[in-house]
């Protein structure tokens, strides 16, 4: 077989995983087209664009290849999320991003991928049931990236990064033991962070609170779940229709485009079209972790569930927290949500697992 035939053969991606994340794309450029100006949209165009030739661009890549980049790119992640600390630029009170003159980039996004490729390198050598000594080595992979992040503050990439590392760590085996030891560690550490300003903020409280009773502050702490379950909620079982939304129309709905954009779809769209778009991330989620049960050596099995535990949490935390069921939290939805850094890292990160999958193949054992 020619080198050109063997490159256009590692261009055909695995389909069952390819289909579903391109419509979902598709979805989310319909749904902010119907609620923002074409310049908007372009924009996010463009990053679909760039998304799609990193998704690309992650499946020809050699298998071996992440091993290779584990280190540099964990220290590439860890020095710009330090870059965003010194010189990073203030939006809505949080020092999230680096400007590059022509667009901005958030660290923290891409610092998700070094923390599976490192996760996975350290967790693959431990080769006994992780107990309290040994589980200081993911942890010294995770404290670097997570206190960085949650300092700038972003507690809600933060928890999700912990989210994964655990996940990573418990794919692997933990003793019961340890497991249980951890869970009562956890509840007893609750009232000193809840009464501690230096883990939670007090807005980031107040957001908590919000989701309790957000008729308590209406028109301020908890403006955003009203809007957003009376967004839902009139689109009742059939929508309103696209582009007919008033909620998200008339401006009441805030962050709609970024946080709230699936309480747009729900309003335009309503019960049915919400099931189906919830029945497409099942799909898209769900095949990303059947890459594990493929992969063809425990680091790819660690690295396909550490990105496709990424992608469940963010869908899990952006579908609750516009329903009400979880604080505002700022986590973008997959291929939905406004946003250029986010989007580029889960094509990404779709890629790496089509790349896994491919290496394998989907129906061999």
Not at 241 to 247: A, K, M, P, R, V
Not at 308 to 333: E, K, S, W
């Amino acid at each position: 077989m020619s080198s050109q035939d063997s490159l256009l053969r590692r261009l055909v991606p695995p389909f069952r995983l390819f289909i579903p994340m391109v419509l979902l794309g598709v979805v989310g450029l319909v749904t902010l087209s119907s609620v923002s100006p074409p310049s908007l949209v372009m924009k996010q165009v463009f990053w679909h664009m760039l998304g799609l030739a990193a998704y690309f661009t992650m499946l020809i890549l050699p298998s071996d290849a992440w091993r290779r980049l584990t280190g540099p790119l964990y220290l590439l992640s860890v020095l710009l999320l330090v870059a965003v600390d010194v010189a990073g630029v203030t939006t809505m009170g949080a020092q999230r991003r680096i400007n590059l003159g022509i667009f901005q980039i958030q660290p923290s996004e891409f610092a998700k991928i070094s923390l599976v490729l490192a996760t996975a390198w350290v967790i693959e050598k431990e080769r006994q049931p992780y107990n309290f000594v040994t589980l200081f080595k993911p942890l010294g992979v995770l404290a670097p990236l997570f206190l960085l992040t949650a300092s700038q503050p972003d507690l809600g990439t933060a928890l999700v990064m912990m989210g994964i590392s655990g996940t990573m760590v418990l794919h692997r085996s933990v003793r019961p033991k340890t497991a249980l030891s951890i869970m009562v560690v956890f509840a007893l550490c609750i009232p000193v962070i809840w009464n501690s300003d230096v883990v939670l903020k007090e807005y980031q409280k107040d957001r908590i609170r919000a989701v309790l009773n957000p008729e308590r502050d209406p028109l301020n702490k908890g403006y955003h779940l009203i809007q957003s379950k009376i967004a839902i909620g009139s689109g009742r079982l059939l929508g309103k229709g696209y582009g007919h939304g008033s909620q998200s129309r008339l401006n009441f709905l805030p962050e709609k485009c970024t946080d709230f954009v699936f309480a747009v779809f729900a309003e335009e769209w309503g019960f049915v079209g919400s099931v189906l778009l919830l029945l497409l991330y099942a799909v898209f989620i769900w095949q990303s972790y059947a890459v594990s049960r493929y992969a063809r050596d425990s680091f790819s099995c660690l690295v396909g569930a550490g990105l496709a535990t990424m992608f469940l949490l963010h869908f899990f935390i952006n579908v609750g927290m516009t329903m009400g069921l979880l604080p505002v939290v700022g986590v973008p939805l997959p291929l939905m949500s406004y946003g250029g850094s986010s989007l580029v890292v889960t094509y990404a990160a779709a890629g790496i697992l089509s790349n896994i999958w491919r290496e394998k193949g989907p129906l061999r054992k």
